[in-house]
C-alpha cells in the first residue's frame, strides 16, 4: 500500500495570504495524484487532477506541481471559502490511498 | 443535472449486514469505474474499494481492512452500483460516498454500526 503524508496538519494563514500544502507518497505514484477540498457537511471536491491540471470550474488561485513522490498545493490570495480541509490522493495503482488532510484556518 | 444519490445506510448491530445502493441520473455509470470512499465521524477519507467496467471484466478492488467482508457489485441497467457490507464492526460506522471517476461524488450515506 501506498502511504500518502501531509504536511502540515493544521496551517493558520489570513484571507489574502499565500498558502502551500504538501504531500509526499511513500513510493513513486508518477503524477496520477489529485488534491480534494472538502467543508464541513459536505462531500469532497475535485480540485486538481493528474497532479497540476485543474478540474473544471476551479479558479486560477489554485495550482498543483511535482511528480514522484513529492507534491505541492498551492493557493494565491487566499479568499474566505477556501478555508477547509484538503486531501490528495494517488492513484496510481489498483489501491488508491488518500492523506490524512491538512485543514486550513485562518 | 448529473448526480450519484447513495442510500441504504443506517443503524446496524455488530456483525450485522447493510447493502448501500448508488444511483446515477444524468451520466452513465456503464462505462466508468467506480469507487467506494468512507469517512469516520471526525475522520479523514479511506478508500474502500471499486470496480472496473464490464468490458474490463467487472472486477474489484478493496482495501486491505475492507477484503473479505464487502463487496462491490455493480448493475448498469440500472444505472447502480452496490456495496454489500458484511460482518460489521463499530469501526466501519462513516459516512460512505459513492465516486464516478474522481470528479462526481454523492452527498454520502451515514452508516452506524453500534449495539
Known amino acids: 500500500e501506498i502511504v500518502m503524508t501531509q504536511s502540515p496538519a493544521t496551517l493558520s494563514v489570513s484571507p489574502g495570504e499565500r498558502a502551500t500544502l504538501s504531500c509526499r507518497a511513500s513510493q513513486s505514484v508518477s503524477s496520477n495524484l489529485a488534491w480534494f477540498q472538502q467543508k464541513p457537511g459536505q462531500a469532497p471536491r475535485l480540485l486538481i487532477y493528474d497532479a497540476s491540471t485543474r478540474a473544471t470550474g476551479i479558479p486560477a488561485r489554485f495550482s498543483g506541481s511535482g511528480s514522484g513522490t513529492e507534491f505541492t498545493l498551492t493557493l494565491s490570495s487566499l479568499q474566505s471559502e477556501d478555508f477547509a480541509i484538503y486531501y490528495c490522493q494517488q492513484y496510481n495503482n489498483w489501491l488508491y490511498t488518500f492523506g490524512q488532510g491538512t485543514k486550513l484556518e485562518i | 443535472e448529473v448526480q450519484l444519490v447513495e442510500s441504504g445506510g443506517g443503524l446496524v448491530k455488530p456483525g450485522g449486514s447493510l447493502r448501500l445502493s448508488c444511483a446515477a441520473s444524468?451520466?452513465?455509470?456503464?462505462?466508468?469505474?467506480m469507487s467506494w470512499v468512507r469517512q469516520a465521524p471526525g475522520k479523514g477519507l479511506e478508500w474502500v474499494g471499486r470496480i472496473s467496467t464490464k468490458t474490463d471484466g467487472g472486477t474489484t478492488y478493496y482495501a486491505a481492512p475492507i477484503k473479505g467482508r464487502f463487496v462491490i457489485s455493480r448493475d448498469d441497467s440500472k444505472n447502480t452500483v452496490y456495496l454489500q457490507m458484511n460482518s460489521l464492526e463499530n469501526e466501519d460506522t462513516a459516512m460512505y460516498y459513492c465516486?464516478?471517476?474522481?470528479?462526481?461524488w454523492g452527498q454520502g450515506t451515514l452508516v452506524t454500526v453500534s449495539s
Open positions: 465516486i464516478r471517476d474522481l470528479n462526481y
Open positions: 444524468g451520466l452513465s455509470l456503464s462505462n466508468a469505474w
